[in-house]
């Protein structure tokens, strides 16, 4: 494995896949305006399905489906609000109130992974995402991602044939995996040969769409926020077939939300954090995706910081037409030289 490379990603590096009506993935304050461009059917479908959702935003936001499809809502504030309740209610054993409250939580992220399921199925027509994932596969690069889709999952499947949604890519063990059966890669042209491909690390730092925590619930509702649950492997649209909720337990996303105060504390999560302070503090070559350090994620500032101490980057990488970020990130890291700037995917990897 290639060790003095390690690559940043976050949520921009997804404008080269473009959907079946020409759109790239949500942001998180562009989610419903973007969600209720689909058509009628599509639209009512999500109202009726996540209504708890829709009931809890009006409540709060006062703002109605209507609205939400018209104006630029940030999702970010409702998550966290949700967080700060849920918290408040445990502190104060309020069970029941956590409980339902967890349940419009959970039954939020899943309208959020939903809704960025299908495109994984169009990284495949992004030559850019394939050819940075076959890089990616030859040369055994590790990738730290904020990033919840399985989009660059799915184009290193394509290029190689090789599965990348399992414990070894992603560098942690599942209490338990479902998957379905493998796609057939027999027909595409110019695989690479499996044996030239070295080991090759994503590192999900805000989790993934495909992993399930399974929170248990006691007769007295006694739950945690911290979901200590057993966690599922699964490439299924677990979603689609399975209670989100029952009376027995609560199948939650295992991913962190936009939220504002962001908690590592569930364990897989914090194992992947701790790994990806040790290929940091090893790397050589810092390459910087789609991503722009917003206010929020100081986390991923301290990560840097504590990796970084006391010795020095060589190269530095911005891939990304925004740069109001660089002077910020050049002081976090303590780097002095030159930046190599791309202004998107396809202007690193050609």
Same mark, same amino acid.
């Given at each position: 494995?290639?060790?003095?490379? #390690?690559?940043?990603?976050?949520?921009?590096?997804?404008?080269?896949?473009?959907?079946?009506?020409?759109?790239?993935?949500?942001?998180?304050?562009?989610?419903?305006? !973007?969600?209720?461009?689909?058509?009628?059917?599509?639209? /009512?479908?999500?109202?009726?399905?996540?209504?708890?959702?829709?009931?809890?935003?009006?409540?709060?936001? &006062?703002?109605?489906?209507?609205?939400?499809?018209?104006?630029?809502?940030?999702?970010?504030?409702?998550?966290?609000?949700?967080?700060?309740?849920?918290?408040?209610?445990?502190?104060?054993?309020?069970?029941?109130?956590?409980? =339902?409250?967890?349940?419009?939580?959970?039954?939020?992220?899943?309208?959020?992974?939903?809704?960025?399921?299908?495109?994984?199925?169009?990284?495949?027509?992004?030559?850019?995402?394939?050819?940075?994932?076959?890089?990616?596969?030859?040369?055994?690069?590790?990738?730290? !991602?904020?990033?919840?889709?399985?989009?660059?999952?799915?184009?290193?499947?394509?290029?190689?044939? #090789?599965?990348?949604?399992?414990?070894?890519?992603?560098? #942690?063990?599942?209490?338990?995996?479902?998957?379905?059966?493998?796609?057939?890669?027999?027909?595409?042209?110019?695989? #690479?040969?499996? =044996?030239?491909?070295?080991?090759?690390?994503?590192?999900?730092?805000?989790?993934?769409?495909?992993?399930?925590?399974?929170?248990?619930?006691?007769?007295?509702?006694?739950?945690?926020? /911290?979901?200590?649950?057993?966690?599922?492997?699964?490439?299924?649209?677990?979603?689609?077939?399975?209670?989100?909720?029952?009376?027995?337990?609560?199948?939650?996303?295992?991913?962190?939300?936009?939220?504002?105060?962001?908690?590592?504390?569930?364990?897989?999560?914090?194992?992947?954090?701790?790994?990806?302070?040790?290929?940091?503090?090893?790397?050589?070559?810092?390459?910087?995706?789609?991503?722009?350090?917003?206010?929020?994620?100081?986390?991923?500032?301290?990560?840097?910081?504590?990796?970084?101490?006391?010795?020095?980057?060589?190269?530095?990488?911005?891939?990304?037409?925004?740069? !109001?970020?660089?002077?910020?990130?050049? &002081?976090?890291?303590?780097?002095?030289?030159?930046?190599?700037?791309?202004?998107?995917?396809? /202007?690193?990897?050609?």
């Amino acid at each position: 494995m290639r060790e003095d490379t #390690v690559y940043l990603i976050g949520a921009g590096i997804n404008k080269c896949i473009k959907g079946e009506d020409g759109m790239s993935p949500p942001l998180s304050k562009s989610f419903f305006s !973007t969600l209720f461009k689909n058509d009628k059917c599509v639209k /009512e479908y999500y109202i009726n399905k996540f209504s708890a959702v829709f009931c809890y935003i009006e409540k709060y936001w &006062r703002l109605n489906p209507e609205i939400l499809s018209e104006t630029h809502f940030d999702i970010g504030e409702c998550f966290t609000l949700l967080q700060l309740q849920i918290l408040e209610a445990l502190d104060e054993k309020r069970y029941l109130d956590a409980y =339902e409250l967890i349940k419009i939580n959970s039954l939020f992220k899943v309208m959020f992974i939903e809704n960025l399921y299908p495109f994984q199925k169009f990284a495949k027509e992004s030559s850019a995402m394939v050819a940075f994932a076959k890089r990616i596969c030859e040369n055994g690069e590790s990738v730290i !991602t904020f990033n919840y889709d399985c989009n660059l999952e799915n184009a290193i499947e394509y290029a190689t044939g #090789v599965s990348a949604q399992n414990s070894q890519c992603y560098g #942690v063990c599942f209490d338990e995996v479902k998957m379905e059966e493998e796609y057939n890669f027999i027909n595409i042209k110019d695989k #690479v040969n499996n =044996e030239s491909l070295k080991n090759f690390e994503i590192l999900k730092l805000h989790g993934s769409l495909n992993w399930v925590n399974y929170i248990e619930l006691k007769d007295d509702k006694k739950i945690s926020i /911290e979901g200590s649950g057993k966690v599922i492997l699964t490439n299924k649209c677990w979603w689609e077939d399975n209670e989100i909720y029952t009376d027995k337990g609560i199948m939650d996303p295992l991913i962190i939300p936009p939220v504002l105060y962001k908690d590592y504390r569930q364990k897989l999560i914090h194992s992947i954090w701790k790994k990806a302070k040790d290929k940091l503090k090893s790397c050589k070559e810092l390459v910087i995706i789609g991503y722009s350090f917003p206010i929020t994620d100081f986390s991923i500032k301290k990560l840097l910081l504590e990796s970084f101490q006391g010795r020095e980057l060589e190269k530095l990488i911005w891939v990304n037409p925004n740069t !109001t970020a660089i002077e910020d990130v050049k &002081r976090i890291l303590h780097y002095n030289k030159p930046i190599i700037l791309c202004s998107c995917l396809e /202007e690193l990897v050609t």
